[in-house]
């Protein structure tokens, strides 16, 4: 009795572990995708952020370089070097006070004389900003830029490279930086002096963060490896003081600096940290000297993201496993009880005692048994069914291949296994864990088929439900970002698949100044926003249309067998929807594309027509489609 115990303990772990070998392969496989589409997912996070700091500093410089071209030739500042009389300089100091104080964009509006000396000057601070007294204007002849601006032609506007504050010939402490546009002014033919406007660098660099978020803010390295501006308390200026030499990037993190040596953006990984980087500029001296943004990102940024995926994985692996633990089980027993009983005694044992709904059919596939549990799971009696085939069940879910390599399977190897869906006599559909096992004679002929099933239908079910919970968002009701992922490739492997066939486009929206609503009305009445632009959204489209809410202002639209254009008059109708049909005429911008075939191009094209409806003005619909994207890359 002892022996049979171990026999039955030793059969049932080999065929525990054989079952489980396959699946085990196949979770080893998906917990080494989840680490590469977390890197994946840091990284796309990390390049719109340093595609946003880019752009902005583009957009930031070119209007800076407006605004002072346009200050130069003012008026006022006309009159105050032609006719230099005191109320003439008092409205151009008030002039320029203004300018300061709502640009916010310079820490010096300067006028200096052909000699170098200060006539007129304006300092400007996030806090303040000041006229600075006659008594306190310097001579800058002697200083390296005013040489720069002697060899510029008149109006001609030059840029001078990042230097350091100076004051009474002193460096200013703490180390401010400094970048000068300078433009020499010569009116009715004589050079009357040079305009200098010293750019607030830390104000702009503020302005780089991805959606307002200093968080987002990346670190500003030039190209010989030191830190310009840096958002994690890294020292900067180490080109200018030489005492911060040791903070040089090269030397810091020199996996990385190879790699921006030889790319123009990218990712590398150091350890549990994430460093990406891209390129760009800020003309200087009149030619364009590279600088680099870095973001950088530890294991934190991938946990969210790491966690969810393995609490799928690890739901999966325990349904498996306890579905491969009742068949192992079942298997055992029957194979105990085939070595112990006759072939009648077996088969009755099988129908009549098994836990499991059981059918038998003979040779011929002709029902001749079933058991109580299978009538109490299925509706049917034995009078009902007896002479027919199991084919009575068949939901029409599965299709002619699925059966006849279930039946190959039965020949070959005598048993098969797998999950079904069949109906109810009341026609409403159950989902089975099914085994079929035959029963063959001495001469090894098949003569019976011995089916055996556990309804999970309410498993399967719940299963359904939590999903459909977790791709939910819990404010609106609409899908959440994973949802919204799986879609986008979903849509993309289509139309890789089918690409003159499958026309489907995206648009991003979202809500213009929801900072404001949320600072003015407080929080909840910034959540009824929220949900009544999702309520608009839903009624205004189809029920073929996804839906989601991917931010905490930000939706996003999937619309099938739709073009761009459709897409754009339609996103317009939605714009127009929602600034009616809110109570305080909420506006929202939009940024509207084709899916092509990789989803994190589509994104990124419509983020990027986002973000041009919101430098627009806002209250916008903008649209790139893949053919302008590359046109312009």
Known sequence: MSFTRYKLAFQFVVTFFALSLVPALYFYSEYKKIDIQAVNAVEQSNR????????????????????????????????ALLKPSESNINALKDFWLLVTQTQGYYSQLRLLDVNGQELIRINSSERVSEIVDDDRLQNKGERDYFAYAQTLKPNQLGTFGIDLE????????????????????????????????????????????????????????NTDGYYLMSNHGQATFGHLIERN?????????????????????????????????????????????????????????????????????????????????????????????HQKNSMASKIARAAMNGMSAMV???????????????TRVSGYELKDVVGKQPSLFSSGKHNQEFYMAMWKELEEKGIWEGEVVNKRRDGTKITEILRIQTVRDQNNIIQFYVASFVDITH?????????????????????????????????????????????????????????????????DEGDNV?????????????????????????????????SIGEAEIVVNRLRTAIHLETNMGITVSAGVTEICSRSSDSYKRADIALYESKSLGRNQVSVLSTHESESIA
Request: net charge neutral; no cysteine.
């Open 48 to 79: 719109n952020k340093l595609e946003y700091a880019s752009a902005e500093l583009q957009t930031t410089l070119t209007k800076i370089n407006l605004s002072l071209r346009s200050l130069s030739t003012n008026g006022l500042f006309n009159q």
């Open 166 to 221: 100076h004051e009474f010939g002193e460096v200013v402490y703490p180390l401010t930086p400094s970048y000068r546009v300078i433009i020499p002014l010569q009116l009715q033919g004589e050079l009357q002096g040079y305009f200098i406007a010293n750019l607030d660098l830390k104000r702009i660099y503020k302005r780089l963060a991805y959606k307002r978020n200093l968080a987002n803010l990346p670190s500003v390295v």
């Open 245 to 337: 030499s040791e903070y040089n990037l090269s030397n810091q993190h020199p996996l990385l600096w190879e790699k921006i040596n030889q790319a123009s953006n990218g990712t590398v990984r150091d350890g549990n940290r994430w460093f990406s980087f891209q390129k760009s500029f800020m003309a200087s001296k009149d030619r364009k000297n590279n600088i680099i943004f870095i973001i950088e990102s530890d294991h934190k940024s991938v946990s969210p993201i790491v966690n969810d995926a393995l609490t799928d994985l690890v739901v999966q692996a325990s349904f498996l496993t306890i579905i491969i633990l009742l068949i192992t089980f079942g298997f055992v027993t029957w194979n105990y009880n």
């Open 360 to 374: 038998i059919t003979d040779h011929n596939n002709r029902i001749v048994e079933v058991n109580e549990e299978f």
């Open 459 to 523: 498993r399967k079910e719940l299963e359904d439900r939590l999903r459909e919970l977790s791709e939910r968002d819990p404010l609106t009701s609409l899908w959440n970002r994973r949802k919204f992922d799986n879609e986008m490739t979903s849509h993309s492997i289509r139309v890789k698949r089918y690409p003159d066939s499958e026309t489907t486009s995206l648009a991003l929206l979202d809500i213009d100044h929801f900072k404001r609503i949320n600072d003015k009305y407080g929080h």
């Open 530 to 562: 929220i949900i009544n632009v999702a309520n608009i959204l839903t009624d205004h489209l189809r029920e073929s249309d996804l839906v989601a809410r991917i931010g905490g202002e930000e939706f996003a639209l999937i619309m099938p067998h739709t």
